[in-house]
């Protein structure tokens, strides 16, 4: 592993947040600070104490300055320049082909190594804040109050930060190496890796100790402009998530397992203050910046937010629109998994469908971005034309809709990292293979079919129920709703692997439609294959560069098949 020296990965990492928008993520600091200049100055302990942030994954820049969608199923990336998709899109991932793998094991790996630092220099931070402070005054004194609420606070989210950032780390690569100290006589020494196991109950053991130590609810506190800083519930969130990928088959399924997992989902539903609930002002607001709903709404437990910009919008408006660049494109393997709410309509195969269907993927003959996406010949979005999109889709969800790119129009976007949705196709999974979808032992909220029936009752009172009662076909109808419930939010790549289904899904072509347009306007569609897609059993963990591997110096033992 890189033996990155900690305060050459903080500077890089408070650069990264100096631009964030909420004054808890300004972590502009000196950045000539040392040991001693850190424990002397109380506003490098606050940014220092900021600074374990500055690594959350936003998902918007996940691979190519965009969603990590095209990695899966989901979608297809018409941006030739699009370099790091292609190993994933191929099969040809590996130690020298790490599709910038490299710069995210170790933008995790400082998030972590910031965490360990804010630890280990604010041990004695009560007797710090009172240094050369007048107490004297009411103002004064609530002050210091506060001050040592927040660094208290700080110090239980360091320890939930370390736990989330090997939470991501091992979903990636499996077993790492554990590292949760700074300035050790062997600090220069390259640690061996952890197992999978060991870093599971490290996560779980970090988010148990420290969970009390946290503010319960942001939102509902007298310090809401905190949302955004680890909570109790985002870290029972961090827990429950863990605890689903380590009970699924990828690691060796067991009926324990799965019942620590729904165990564990069921503390973030009961827990007293969190208020958790599904948002009911639209599937599509729910993601959009420019209402409140992403630091507002009950069903949002933790999320990124990043200053106004237009990437989003850029990246992945259709090239007929001044200023898009197509992007992202949707799949129809994703688009045909939405489900009919009524009778089919060969003229029209996007009516009559599951409503998450139009607020997330823009089909042809819809209105988007002030004009009708027309795929025929020669039409604005003709697939003969340079950059149009080859499936014949577009990205709809996150993004705002008519910003005017060309005058610099910009919108706020919100990175959704856990929400009451997930909670509950969490749950519904791990309640299922743990007792099944109709059993509701005490103690538990609701059963495995309860839970699921809430995420689609929000979506469409019309959806049809699900009826499956077998623990496998309940499964599958969990596997679904997932896809098209938390479509584009970066869970479909892992879900595939944990659930040991990448293998035969992403070695199947992506999908796309082509339409002929008749004398009424009117279209008839086609499916076509766009492009092959291969996977290797191997991608099932990814390889750690082979700069990370010498630099171990054999202490980092490579994943299998690479």
Not at 48 to 55: I, L, T, V
Not at 267 to 272: F, K, S
Request: with cysteine; net charge neutral.
């Amino acid at each position: 592993m890189k033996n990155i020296k900690l305060f050459i990965a903080l500077a890089g990492i408070v650069g990264m947040a100096s631009s964030c928008k909420k004054n808890f993520l300004d972590t502009k600091v000196d950045t000539y600070s040392t040991p001693e200049t850190v424990i002397t100055d109380r506003n490098s302990l606050f940014q220092f104490a900021n600074a374990f942030y500055a690594a959350m994954p936003y998902g918007f820049t996940a691979l190519d300055n965009n969603l990590f969608a095209p990695a899966t199923d989901e979608a297809y990336q018409t941006l030739a320049t699009a370099q790091n998709v292609r190993p994933f899109n191929q099969g040809t991932l590996s130690p020298v082909n790490p599709a910038n793998l490299d710069n995210v094991y170790k933008n995790l790996f400082d998030g972590v190594r910031a965490a360990n630092f804010f630890l280990n220099y604010s041990t004695g931070y009560r007797e710090f804040l009172l240094r050369n402070r007048d107490t004297t005054s009411a103002s004064a004194i609530i002050a210091y109050q506060n001050d040592s609420l927040n660094i208290a606070w700080f110090r239980g989210e360091a320890h939930i930060a370390r736990a989330f950032y090997y939470s991501e780390l091992i979903k990636r690569f499996g077993g790492v190496p554990l590292i949760t100290t700074t300035f050790s006589p062997n600090e220069s020494e390259p640690v061996a890796k952890k197992s999978y196991e060991e870093m599971v109950e490290f996560v779980v053991s970090e988010i148990d100790t420290y969970k009390d130590s946290l503010q319960l609810n942001w939102k509902t506190s007298n310090f809401k402009g905190n949302d955004g800083r680890f909570s109790r519930g985002s870290a029972l969130a961090i827990k429950a998530r863990v605890l689903l990928y380590a009970a699924s088959p990828l690691h060796t399924s067991t009926a324990a397992k799965w019942q620590r997992a729904a165990e564990a989902f069921r503390d973030v539903m009961v827990l007293p203050g969190l208020n958790l609930g599904l948002y009911t002002g639209g599937y599509r607001n729910l993601f959009l910046g420019s209402t409140p709903t992403a630091s507002g709404t009950n069903e949002v437990i933790l999320a990124v937010r990043r200053p106004a910009d237009n990437n989003p919008e850029v990246n992945n408006y259709p090239i007929g629109t001044p200023g898009g660049n197509s992007g992202i494109t949707p799949s129809d393997n994703l688009a045909a998994a939405y489900e009919y709410i009524g009778a089919p309509d060969p003229a029209n195969p996007y009516i009559n469908r599951d409503p998450r269907l139009a607020a997330t993927i823009v089909t042809i003959g819809s209105s988007w971005t002030g004009r009708t996406i027309d795929a025929s010949a020669g039409g604005a979005d003709d697939r003969a034309k340079a950059n149009t999109s080859r499936t014949g889709y577009y990205l709809k969800k996150f993004l705002t809709d008519n910003l005017n790119l060309t005058q610099g129009g910009t919108a706020q976007h919100n990175w959704i990292v856990f929400r009451y949705a997930e909670i509950l196709l969490g749950y519904a999974e791990a309640m299922n293979d743990a007792f099944g979808a109709d059993v509701q032992p005490a103690g538990y909220p609701m059963t495995a079919r309860q839970a699921l029936t809430m995420v689609r009752n929000r979506a469409s009172n019309s959806l049809p129920a699900v009826t499956a009662s077998s623990v496998a076909d309940f499964r599958a109808a969990i596997k679904q709703e997932r896809r098209v419930e938390l479509a584009f939010e970066d869970h479909r790549y892992w879900d595939l692997l944990r659930w040991n289904d990448a293998e035969t899904l992403l070695n199947q072509p992506i999908r796309g439609v082509t339409v002929t347009k008749n004398p009424d306007n009117s279209f008839n569609y086609q499916t076509i294959t766009v492009a092959a897609r291969a996977f290797r059993n191997a991608m099932y963990l990814f390889p750690f560069t082979q700069t990370e591997i010498s630099n171990s110096k054999g202490t980092l033992e490579q994943n299998p098949g690479y």
